[in-house]
């Protein structure tokens, strides 16, 4: 059985009044099903936009400003998705943020703070707690004696403060507005930045440190957990070139986790998903407000391609929290961005330089500005369904509360490119169409693809986020989910993305891959009675079986190959064949066998269910494609031990057949971009 009581048992606890005062903020719950189902309320924004009923006093101060049909039709707006006039009038782009609080500073008489005298000094909280002042919009100051609060309006906060200040002018001598950017500008910069940059790199290490690949003292390589990773490849090196009988005894073990691999992926991919009840739609106004992260490092070429895919989701921008990262030195990808022109619900904010450079420290450096009850992460190249977010929250509303993550599937777009962008599509088709929905309707833990995840903003917390140091920071999180006692699952939507089309390419990323599933089986198992407690039986044999069977068996093809042909050989010869070879040929021919064949199955019922199983005659490379997954997992094993962090970078926007598709839907793009933008003219 899984035990939620991991954190209290692992976790570094601190403490203090800042903590206290901002868990005074409401609770999360569940999302309730039925037909009268209301969206979460949360710890994030959500409690915001509880309706604050009466005129919209918010936009008093423009009334001089905006003609009364605009703000009427702003009126209106907020009603409709249940936020304030300001947010709806902001997230059109009628009105620029700092432009509307100058307008509401003369008429509240509240000053606004720029952050331009105020130092990392004047906040009385420690760095531990300082990310929660990005996650609230609310920072305490110490100025001139004094405790005054910058408050930056989100929901319907514009509209309290306002009354609050007619009621109680006496406030305006505590309470200072800011906009988000000024304040995140602030948390970003200088030592408040070093801090933040501190918690993204380590504060998975400090509060569970036996659940973190980041190095510690014992080892450069992550611990005892890596370096014994290390010597179990060793050994079985040593164990290949030992005498014919210890060899022959090393061997079979490895045929037989080879063929528990395989069993455990037909098993699930002849399980059938469990069906989706049909969701009603939830309507605007009781949406919770849902944050979409994509970490980009030199993804000019992609990122026009990429918030156009994020323009289109079904969502209303006024509960659509969007969060961009990019590393310091990556200016011409912020230089795209800033071409794309004003997004007021677009943040784009650098990843600080402490700790490793990797997607899931990027990813942590956002989550203390999510702003969302959900958050939804995304590559540069992905095209994810318009209608993604809200299948998302329908699959959460399914499942229940103990659900912190759904998994979408992902669609390989450019499978026309070369032979490797097909195996990649038939492989992808197979992973997360069938083999992913099978094994999570065995109730066990999901090794999560790196896009298209959806969370639970507050259990994604609560587990400490991704971990830095960890290459493969999705199936890593999938199993710490699981240690935790909560599930993931998988829905019916889909991603559309990019795979290599040149072996350099798909080396690289392949091999980075395998490298870091390397890295999560040795955390996870640093301690393997405590996983089997926390995770339960069915978690501890999926991890082996999955994510070890993975590697393994992307290790031991070469040797077990190696071994029959050099059986065969000897027996063509004439002779009697080599002696340990001989004796157990047939079950190293079984597992060759059954895995290709296991393979090409699921690959065509995947194809099959995309309805692409024209395609499925590239599954017939299938064993030159297991060679070169052997070749990414040596170079894996030998990347583990001497750069084990390294993260190497897959690149997107090279795909002819991705450009030409893009061509083809850009007159529509247009159209609705320009249609969205007429709303409030």
């Not at 032979?419 to 999901?446: H, I, K, N, T």
């Not at 069977?549 to 080599?578: E, H, Q, S």
């Amino acid at each position: 059985m899984a035990r939620r009581n991991l954190a209290a048992r692992d976790r570094v606890e601190d403490g203090g009044p800042a903590a206290a005062l901002f868990r005074a903020a409401p609770a999360g719950s569940p999302l309730p099903s039925g037909d009268d189902a209301r969206a979460p309320q949360s710890s994030n924004d959500n409690w915001l936009y509880d309706p604050e009923p009466g005129p919209p006093d918010e936009l008093d101060c423009l009334r001089l400003v905006f003609a009364p049909a605009l703000l009427n039709e702003a009126e209106a707006r907020g009603r409709e998705v249940g936020t304030g006039a300001d947010q709806a009038l902001i997230r059109s782009g009628v009105i620029d943020e700092n432009a509307y609080l100058q307008a509401l500073s003369v008429h509240t008489g509240l000053a606004v703070e720029t952050f331009a005298e105020i130092s990392r000094a004047d906040c009385p909280l420690s760095d531990r707690h300082l990310p929660h002042t990005a996650e609230y919009g609310l920072l305490p100051l110490r100025r001139h004696g004094q405790l005054v609060w910058a408050i930056a309006p989100r929901g319907f906060a514009a509209r309290r403060l306002c009354r609050l200040v007619a009621a109680y002018p006496s406030l305006c001598d505590r309470v200072r507005l800011t906009s988000m950017r000024d304040l995140n500008q602030f948390l970003l910069r200088q030592e408040a930045g070093d801090a933040l940059g501190r918690s993204a790199a380590h504060a998975l290490g400090r509060r569970f440190p036996t659940l973190s690949a980041a190095p510690v003292a014992d080892g450069v390589f992550g611990g005892r957990a890596m370096r014994r990773f290390a010597l179990t490849g060793a050994f079985a090196i040593m164990m290949t070139l030992a005498p014919a009988s210890a060899m022959g005894v090393w061997n079979s073990v490895l045929a037989v986790w080879f063929l528990a691999f395989i069993g455990l992926r037909l098993a699930a991919s002849l399980t059938p998903a469990r069906p989706e009840a049909w969701q009603p739609r939830i309507p605007d106004h009781r949406l919770p407000v849902y944050t979409v992260i994509a970490a980009l490092y030199r993804e000019a070429a992609s990122v026009a391609a990429l918030m156009q895919a994020i323009g289109a989701l079904d969502y209303p921008r006024e509960k659509l929290d969007v969060i961009i990262v990019t590393e310091l030195d990556d200016l011409e990808t912020r230089a795209a961005l800033s071409k794309l022109g004003p997004m007021p619900h677009v943040q784009v904010m650098p990843a600080p330089a402490q700790g490793p450079r990797t997607k899931p420290k990027a990813l942590n450096c956002a989550l203390p500005f999510a702003r969302g009850s959900f958050i939804a992460v995304f590559d540069a190249e992905d095209r994810p369904d318009p209608g993604q977010l809200r299948a998302a929250l329908g699959a959460f509303r399914a499942h229940g509360a103990d659900v912190a993550c759904v998994q979408a599937s992902l669609c390989v777009e450019n499978q026309s490119d070369s032979w490797l962008s097909r195996m990649f599509a038939a492989e992808y088709a197979g992973q997360f169409d069938v083999f992913l929905p099978g094994l999570a309707a065995f109730g066990v833990p999901l090794p999560l693809g790196g896009s298209s995840n959806h969370f639970r903003t507050a259990l994604l917390r609560e587990v400490g986020g991704w971990d830095a140091y960890n290459v493969t920071e999705d199936a890593d999180l999938g199993f710490r989910l699981a240690r935790f006692g909560y599930r993931s699952t998988t829905f019916a939507s889909t991603t559309f993305e990019e795979a290599p089309a040149r072996f350099g390419g798909w080396l690289r990323q392949r091999s980075r891959w395998m490298k870091g599933w390397m890295q999560t089986w040795s955390v996870h198992m640093r301690r393997p009675w405590r996983l089997w407690r926390d995770a339960g039986a069915k978690g501890f044999f999926t991890l082996n079986a999955v994510v070890g069977g993975n590697v393994l068996t992307a290790l031991a093809f070469p040797i077990l190959a190696a071994d029959m042909t050099v059986d065969l050989l000897g027996r063509a010869g004439g002779g009697t064949g080599w002696v340990a070879a001989g004796r157990v040929a047939p079950l190293y021919l079984t597992a060759i066998v059954a895995g290709f064949v296991s393979t090409i199955a699921i690959g065509l019922m995947g194809l099959a269910r995309r309805g692409q199983l024209r395609q499925g005659w590239i599954l017939a490379l299938t064993p030159l494609y297991w060679g070169c997954l052997s070749i990414a997992a040596w170079r894996a094993l030998y990347q583990l031990l001497t750069e084990p962090y390294r993260w190497e970078k897959t690149e997107h926007g090279l795909s002819r057949q991705i450009r030409s598709n893009a061509r083809s839907r850009t007159p529509a793009s247009r159209a609705m971009a320009l249609q969205r933008r007429r709303r409030y003219r």
